[in-house]
């Protein structure tokens, strides 16, 4: 089984900065060994330092492919991620080897849909903008017509992706007098009805909505959904948010649409890569607000992450259910 000396479970921490919550949970019932310093492993000492675990505890920055599943060795049992998304891991070959993967659906959903509200807001809204004038002398008087934007009470709302998040954010809209709420999802939701959201197709969410926000998983369906055409098919007084993954905008197409004025603004809390490097076109765009991945960060929901991650993986290692396996 690939257990240490003492004859408990190995389990192997990506980062030294973990919530010490969960990670303490772990040091009380497994030998834990982390990478040091906070930052992600990098992919070298990640492939050297993990031979020999029974868990991987891991985040979105860390690959969980072919290679660091034969570097773990035959004793990994369970690989979990303090993240609700998965696409950093290949499904696929954990469960051919067995290996069950956890998650953290749910505990951050709130997190994120209140991030989401606060980045369309500051986006239509301009408050980076606005705060940057106040701070340089930009400020000269109140004025009419400055630093004015569109407002939600009477928009039309699209959603993409209708999960857990997605019905969040649009239940949080709601309270914001909104017009329609529209969303696309693979499937029909049954909330949806309580909600008031309307399901419509992809183009017609597009040419109707005021804004449009992107909750969808990073799969291969979703990648760079919002492509050209898809802009082209926005309004062009439409502010697009994204707190899903950057993988879903083509983000080249993103950057000549807010340079044309295709579309008036973008806030995304996800970008292709991440961090998104300094000179980066989205940074000097006075229309598109950036911000570093932030959307779970709530206290609360990243200490409830870090416990929902070591409770996966305690579970994995006592032949338990996990309290949230990626199914
Ligand atoms: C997730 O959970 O997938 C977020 O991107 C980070 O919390």
Redo the contacts with the bound molecule.
């Keep these: 089984r690939n257990m240490s000396e003492s004859g408990r479970f190995n389990v192997y921490i990506t980062r030294s900065d973990m919530p010490d919550v969960g990670v303490d949970q772990l040091r009380k019932e497994c030998d834990v060994k982390l990478w040091e310093k906070p930052s992600p492993v990098p992919r070298a000492e990640f492939l050297k330092s993990v031979a020999g675990a029974n868990a991987i505890y891991c985040s979105?920055s860390d690959r969980i492919d072919k290679e660091l599943l034969d570097a773990a060795g035959p004793g990994l049992k369970v690989v979990s991620t303090i993240?609700?998304?998965y696409d950093h891991i290949d499904v696929q070959e954990c469960r051919k080897r067995g290996i069950k993967i956890g998650y953290?659906p749910d505990v951050?959903t709130d997190a994120?849909a209140e991030l989401t509200l606060a980045l369309l807001l500051s986006t239509s809204r301009r408050l980076p903008e606005a705060q940057h004038e106040a701070r340089t002398g930009g400020w000269v008087s109140w004025a009419p017509t400055w630093m004015t934007g569109p407002g939600l009470a009477g928009s039309t709302v699209g959603i993409v992706g209708f999960g857990r998040i997605g019905q969040a954010v649009a239940r949080r809209v709601k309270a914001f007098n909104t017009a329609r709420i529209l969303y696309f999802n693979r499937s029909e939701r049954p909330e949806a009805k309580e909600i008031g959201a309307e399901k419509v197709g992809f183009d017609e969410l597009l040419g109707q909505s005021d804004f449009v926000i992107c909750c969808a998983a990073l799969v291969p369906e979703t990648k760079e959904v919002f492509n050209k055409s898809a802009f082209d098919k926005m309004k062009n007084t439409a502010v697009f948010v994204n707190t899903s993954?950057g993988g879903t905008v083509d983000q080249d197409a993103l950057i000549e649409a807010l340079k044309t004025n295709q579309i008036r603004a973008a806030g995304l809390d996800?970008t292709t890569p991440e961090p998104l490097p300094l000179d980066s076109p989205l940074f000097k765009l006075k229309n598109c607000v950036v911000l570093p991945?932030i959307?779970?960060a709530s206290i609360e929901a990243r200490n409830t992450?870090s416990e929902l991650t070591a409770q996966n993986i305690l579970a994995a290692l006592n032949g338990k259910d996990l309290p949230a396996e990626l199914k």
């Design positions: 979105l993240s609700v998304g953290t951050l994120t993954r996800v991945h959307g779970s992450m």
